[in-house]
């Protein structure tokens, strides 16, 4: 079945700057690619996600690149703020449908003022 | 709408004990999933349904069932707590579009201490 690294697991970085946050996923049929971002004691929310027939797609200081033929791709966060300051999920949707997905395991962000 | 709801947020049980774990969405959702978080594992799929009466196991069903008599309930059921399913489950709803799948909405969780 479908299999997703991330890396790093943990990230810290300084007000301003930028954060980067890398998954890889085994299985050449997921079309789907989520990013949860999950706040402390509460549940996962979507923050952007991207189908496998776009390389790229922005929403403001979020970004997620794709890359199919290596299959992995990348959530880029720009000038960071204290209150992005959370644990990043990536997912890709898993052989048989998009209707299931598997989780990478997380990636805790802190940023510093 | 009120989203994904779940019931109880926390609770403790004795090993060998059984409960439910309640959720709830009103948006009309045909997908629902339940998964459980453990620390620096991410999120694994315990169990999902495609729809009222249809479910199936995922990476992680033992120990567990699941039942969906209608559109809104997708209840988590725990026969005999064991130690290892300690954990923080989640409970999510998604829809579809034709073919085109749509993003998983979660519940807030309940954190469940077996001892």
């Known amino acids: 079945g479908e299999n997703v690294e991330q890396h790093p697991s943990t990230l810290s970085v300084q007000e301003g700057d930028s954060a980067v946050i890398k998954c890889t996923y085994s299985?050449?049929?997921?079309?789907?690619f989520p990013w949860y971002k999950q706040e402390l004691g509460k549940g996962p929310q979507l923050i952007i996600d991207?189908?496998?027939?776009?390389g790229e797609k922005k929403d403001q200081r979020i970004a997620v690149t794709l890359n199919k033929t290596a299959k992995h791709f990348s959530l880029h966060i720009t000038e960071t703020q204290p209150e992005d300051s959370a644990v990043y999920f990536c997912?890709?949707?898993?052989?048989?449908?998009?209707?299931?997905?598997?989780f990478g395991k997380g990636t805790k962000l802190t940023v510093n003022p | 709408n009120a989203g994904v709801t779940q019931t109880p947020k926390f609770r403790i049980l004795k090993i060998g004990q059984s409960m439910t774990l309640q959720c709830t969405q009103d948006?009309?959702?045909?997908?629902m999933y339940w998964y459980r978080q453990d620390p620096g594992m991410g999120l694994k799929l315990i169990y999902y349904?495609?729809?009222?009466?249809?479910?199936d196991k995922g990476e992680v069903p033992n120990g567990y069932n699941v039942s969906r008599s209608t559109t809104e309930d997708f209840p988590l059921r725990l026969e005999l707590a064991a130690p290892s399913q300690t954990s923080v489950y989640f409970c999510a709803s998604s829809y579809r579009t034709g073919h085109i799948f749509y993003e998983q909405y979660f519940g807030p969780g309940t954190r469940l201490t077996v001892t």
């Open positions: 299985d050449s049929a997921s079309n789907y």
């Open positions: 991207i189908r496998s027939n776009v």
């Open positions: 948006m009309n959702h045909n997908y």
């Open positions: 997912a890709a949707s898993s052989r048989g449908g998009s209707e299931k997905l598997v």
């Open positions: 349904s495609v729809g009222a009466g249809i479910t």
